[in-house]
């Protein structure tokens, strides 16, 4: 009896039951495949999370580095000349953040004649500067302002001594508040074009030297 029900309502049943069992198969299916989309688009997003904090981490640090570079100071190179009472006067190259203790360390440090108590060891280098560290008993005849010497001319023992720009050479032209080497050679240089100085005056006409280096040497040089 079975067998003829089978046959009598064989396809009426088992084509719904088919068609069931595949519609199930792709439901199934589709699920399956949204839980995997579900999956991926999560761990995308966690590595979007993870780029962007490593991207915030790198330009907070690069924005950390630029301000500690811009909040150091700028240093330039300088040539500074000391002489006196040191271990080994010289022209020495420093920097403009130097102070006047790093130039006299440079140059060996003193000798146990200096006078140090004329010396402002924190006053800061300038290119061109002279620190001349006189000798204990040496009288000093004139005080430089800050920011042109530290140091008195070598020939301060006599204070009636001047330089006479006309006969001087490099080493004592140096000697001078605000005349380094280069200023010293373009003194030199202009008195062999141009003759003898005439009057103290005509050393404004070489270059570099203008009216406040000029205030500074009038009272120390000569002519004669």
Not at 25 to 33: A, K
Not at 70 to 98: H, M, N, Q, R, W
Not at 110 to 119: F, S
Not at 212 to 219: S, V, W
């Amino acid at each position: 009896m079975f067998q003829k029900v089978i046959k009598k309502y064989g396809r009426t049943i088992l084509f719904p039951g088919i068609v069931g069992i595949i519609l199930l198969y792709l439901f199934l299916q589709q699920e399956d495949s949204s839980k995997e989309s579900y999956t991926i688009s999560t761990i995308s997003q966690d590595q979007i999370e993870q780029l962007n904090q490593k991207e915030q981490q790198q330009t907070g640090g690069k924005a950390k580095e630029k301000q500690v570079a811009e909040a150091e100071p700028k240093t330039e190179p300088i040539f500074v000349d000391v002489k006196g009472a040191v271990k080994y006067p010289g022209v020495y190259k420093l920097t403009s953040e130097d102070r006047v203790i790093d130039a006299i360390d440079t140059a060996g440090g003193y000798t146990e004649e200096a006078e140090t108590k004329a010396i402002n060891h924190a006053q800061k280098l300038q290119d061109e500067m002279v620190i001349y560290v006189p000798k204990i008993g040496e009288v000093i005849e004139n005080s430089f302002s800050s920011g042109t010497a530290t140091s008195v001319p070598q020939n301060s023992g006599n204070t009636t001594d001047k330089v006479n720009i006309n006969s001087a050479d490099e080493a004592t032209l140096t000697t001078l508040p605000g005349i380094g080497p280069s200023k010293a050679q373009a003194i030199i240089s202009y008195r062999e074009e141009n003759g003898p100085f005439q009057s103290i005056d005509e050393l404004k006409n070489v270059s570099g030297i203008g009216d406040k280096t000029f205030e500074k040497l009038m009272d120390l040089i000569d002519v004669k």
